[in-house]
């Protein structure tokens, strides 16, 4: 039987799914992005490099696997050719990528939209990466989008000069600069004719993955607690991040998952506006952020930093039917004195342990934590669970036992190898 592991993010995004993924891509025949776009940065350090993907799926570096960008995810064209570009002079063909004929199509209206969309919200603004990701879901949704297949098709012109001309009245609204049709219309249909050889029925290819027992990994973009039905709205991005978005952004049907491994990091960060009550405004959350380089890939914006949350993790668990864990960037905790994990919030005096579904209401949340002793030791070289220092351990089994899940495999460093698998899952 082929095997099928989903690998997606448990908090807020940045939790090293990119590096996980293409830690089991060794084993993997094709690895498959089914959400979002280029507002991911996936970094994936190997052999002394580092790579930061965006659109692209992790397992590219192989050209044996074949890495499918599902139809659940937008596509802007201009960033997949020079994603692919900058891999191509990496030394990786890039020959290995399949692009759903059902994915939507990102344009520059797109961009600008998100731009006006931000600045029109004031000091209520989402905070997003500003890569056109809310506006090109919003168009798919409004049913007014375009779609992998019709851009490369000969109709492309004529679709794009209505759709355009709607989407100018609406940047005019905002007082924004109309895109030109006569000037944009003829770099994307040269870039229709240049990704035509890309695209795919993915749908049919995962299908005879499937029948051919072939192994499949599917990566997550963003978090669950980003995610448009379950994240913290309005401060979400605007795609399914959790595993129901595995399975409608690919097309692989619902038995078509095996296992589904939640990426946690140890400590929690978020990118962006939004609640957060773990958050550390002080010199820890300073010391942490440097220590892991806590910096966003896409907009290089600094990482907002907080204790384990506790309470979203179990939600996360639920939401996504997390069956293991993979414990991230646990060497960054090395050196605390101690280190705190919230178990449940209280709100106006009353303790609660769900995660509220209003921001504003877990704006006023404010954690209660347990202590946990730290570890002062160095333990980027560790190889078992058994080398770890004591009370890292203790930290490990303590999660274990709050959220009734194995942690099956932790990470200790940025490289590829810097990962210990503790119980095999794909
Ligand atoms: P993704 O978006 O979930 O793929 O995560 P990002 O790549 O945006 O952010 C994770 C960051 O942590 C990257 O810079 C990784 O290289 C780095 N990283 C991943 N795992 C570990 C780890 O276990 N320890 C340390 N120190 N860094 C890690
Ligand atoms: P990866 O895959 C962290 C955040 C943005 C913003 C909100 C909406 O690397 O984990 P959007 O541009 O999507 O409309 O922004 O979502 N965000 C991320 N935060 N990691 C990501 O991706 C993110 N992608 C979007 O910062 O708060
Ligand atoms: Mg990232």
Not at 208 to 213: D, L, T
């Amino acid at each position: 039987m082929g095997k099928s592991l989903l690998i997606l993010g448990a908090q807020w995004g940045d939790e090293g799914k990119g590096k996980i993924t293409n830690y089991f891509s060794e084993k993997a025949d094709y690895v498959v992005r089914y959400q979002g776009g280029n507002n991911a940065g996936h970094t994936i350090v190997f052999d002394g490099k580092k790579y930061a993907l965006r659109l692209i799926p992790s397992g590219i570096f192989n050209p044996k696997i074949r890495c499918v960008m599902g139809n659940g995810m937008v596509i802007n064209p201009r960033a997949f050719f020079e994603e692919i570009e900058e891999l191509q002079k990496a030394g990786f063909s890039c020959s290995n990528l399949y692009l759903s004929d059902r994915a939507h199509v990102l344009f520059d209206h797109h961009l600008e939209l998100d731009r006006l969309n931000e600045e029109a919200l004031k000091e209520k603004k989402i905070g997003t990466t500003k890569k056109g990701i809310g506006p090109c879901y919003t168009d798919k949704v409004s049913r007014i989008g375009m779609r992998m297949c019709d851009f490369i098709s000969d109709d492309f012109p004529s679709l794009y000069k209505e759709l355009l001309k709607r989407k100018n009245q609406e940047i005019l609204s905002f007082n924004g600069t109309p895109i030109d049709y006569e000037k944009t219309v003829k770099e994307y249909s040269e870039m229709a004719k240049k990704i035509r050889p890309y695209v795919f029925d993915t749908i049919a290819l995962l299908k005879e993955a499937r029948k051919a027992q072939k192994n499949i990994l599917f990566e997550g973009a963003q978090g669950a607690l980003l995610d448009i039905d379950f994240g913290s709205y309005p401060y979400v991005t605007s795609s399914s991040v959790t595993s129901g978005g595995a399975i409608s952004g690919s097309g692989i049907g619902l038995k078509g998952i095996d296992e589904v491994l939640g990426i946690v990091k140890a400590y929690q960060t978020r990118v962006g506006e939004g609640a957060f009550p773990t958050e550390l405004k002080n010199e820890i959350g300073d010391l942490l952020r440097e220590r892991g380089h806590e910096y966003g890939t896409v907009t290089h914006r600094p990482r907002r930093i907080g204790y384990l949350d506790l309470v979203a993790l179990k939600y996360s668990i639920q939401i996504n039917g997390i069956s293991s864990i993979c414990l991230t960037l646990l060497d960054v905790l090395g050196g605390l004195k101690e280190i705190k994990v919230c178990t449940s919030y209280s709100y106006k005096g009353e303790k609660i342990s769900t995660l509220p579904a209003s921001n504003s209401v877990l704006k006023e949340c404010t954690p209660n934590y347990v202590s946990l002793k730290g570890f002062q030791e160095d333990i980027s070289k560790v190889k078992t669970f058994d080398e770890l220092p004591e009370n890292a351990k203790k930290y490990i089994e303590f999660l274990e036992k709050e959220l009734e899940i194995p942690v099956s495999v932790f990470s200790v460093g940025p490289d590829k190898y810097q990962t210990i698998v503790r119980k095999e899952i794909f």
